[in-house]
C-alpha cells in the first residue's frame, strides 16, 4: 500500500493505522534516520552510528517529539545486525515529549526492547512523574525492580493495577512488549513476543488518562534509567484493537526488533 511504502512497513500492517482516526499518542522509529536529530534543536541530522540522539520525531501525526536538552544525557543511535536502535547507557540518558492529553481511559503500547541489565528497576517507558501514585497514567518497567528478571505493564485511574510477567526473561534478553488497559473495564494485560504471560482486573477507578508528559528511558528523564536498547515504541490512547490489529503491530515492531514471533 501507499502507506507501507512511505513508512517502510516490510512486514505487518503500518503503525500509522493506528491513529487514522485522530487517536493521540506517539510512535517512535529509529530505523528511520530522517526523524533523528543530534541537538534537541533539530538542527544537525543523526547520520551514523555512534551519534547522540537530542530530538526523536513522533511519526503518528501528532507532533509528540522527544527531545533531550543536555547533551551528556542523550542516547546514542547504533546498528547491528541491520537493525537500528537507540541505546540507554543505564546511567542518565532519557528523552521527554511535552504533555499529551489522551480523553480516552484505554492505552496500548508497543516497544521493541532488548534489555540488558537486571540490577535496578528500569523506567523503559512512564507518563506522569510517578505511575505507581499518579491517577492517569501508565508505564513499562524493565525490569520492575532491582535484581528481578520481568517486565511490568502499569495503569492507574484513580486506583492501580498491573500486569507483571514471570520472572523469566533474564538479561540480556530482547523482546517484544505489548502493554493494552482499559480503567473503566479494569483491564491491563501484558505480552512478550506475541504471547499474554500475565494479566489484572484489579479495581482501576475512574477518570481517563491525565495529560502529562512521555518519559523514554527513566523517570522524568531524571531517575530510574533503564540500560539497553529501544528499537521502537508506540503508544496509542483510544478503543481497544482487535486481536488482528494488535498482531500485525507486534509483526511490524518484530521486524525492527530482530524478534521471531
Known amino acids: 500500500t501507499l502507506i507501507a511504502l512511505l513508512y517502510g512497513s516490510t512486514s505487518g500492517s503500518s503503525p500509522l493505522r493506528l ?14 534516520l530522517s526523524t ?3 541537538d534537541s534543536g533539530g538542527t544537525t541530522p543523526v547520520t551514523t552510528a555512534g551519534q547522540p540522539v537530542g530530538l526523536m520525531l513522533d511519526k503518528s501525526g501528532r507532533g509528540n517529539h522527544a527531545t533531550q536538552a543536555t547533551s551528556a544525557a542523550r542516547p546514542t543511535y547504533q546498528t547491528a545486525g541491520g537493525l537500528h536502535y537507540l541505546g540507554f547507557d543505564g546511567v542518565n540518558d532519557g528523552m521527554m515529549t511535552g504533555s499529551i492529553t ?9 516497544a521493541g526492547v532488548r534489555k540488558l541489565s537486571d540490577a535496578a528497576l528500569g ?4 507518563t506522569g512523574s510517578n505511575s505507581f501514585g499518579d491517577n492517569g497514567s501508565i508505564s513499562i518497567r524493565t525490569p520492575s525492580t532491582g535484581n528481578g528478571d520481568d517486565y511490568r505493564y502499569t495503569s492507574r485511574g484513580t486506583s492501580f493495577s498491573d500486569a507483571i510477567s514471570p520472572q ?3 538479561a540480556p534478553i530482547t523482546n517484544i512488549l505489548t502493554g493494552t488497559s482499559d480503567i473503566s473495564n479494569d483491564m491491563v494485560k501484558l505480552s512478550v513476543d506475541g504471547v499474554e504471560v500475565a494479566s489484572n482486573s484489579d479495581d482501576q477507578g475512574t477518570g481517563n488518562y491525565a495529560s502529562e508528559p512521555i518519559s523514554i528511558g527513566g523517570r522524568d528523564a531524571t531517575s530510574l534509567f533503564f540500560k539497553g536498547n529501544m528499537y521502537g515504541l508506540i503508544l496509542r490512547f483510544g478503543p481497544n484493537l482487535t486481536a488482528s490489529q494488535i498482531s500485525n503491530t507486534e509483526t511490524y515492531m518484530a521486524a525492527r526488533t530482530g524478534v521471531t514471533l
Open 19 to 32: 491513529f487514522e482516526s485522530g487517536e493521540p499518542g506517539a510512535w517512535y522509529d529509529p530505523s528511520d
Open 36 to 38: 533523528l536529530f543530534q
Open 102 to 110: 489522551p480523553n480516552t481511559d484505554k492505552s496500548q503500547v508497543f
Open 123 to 126: 523506567m523503559f517507558f512512564e
Open 168 to 170: 523469566e526473561f533474564e
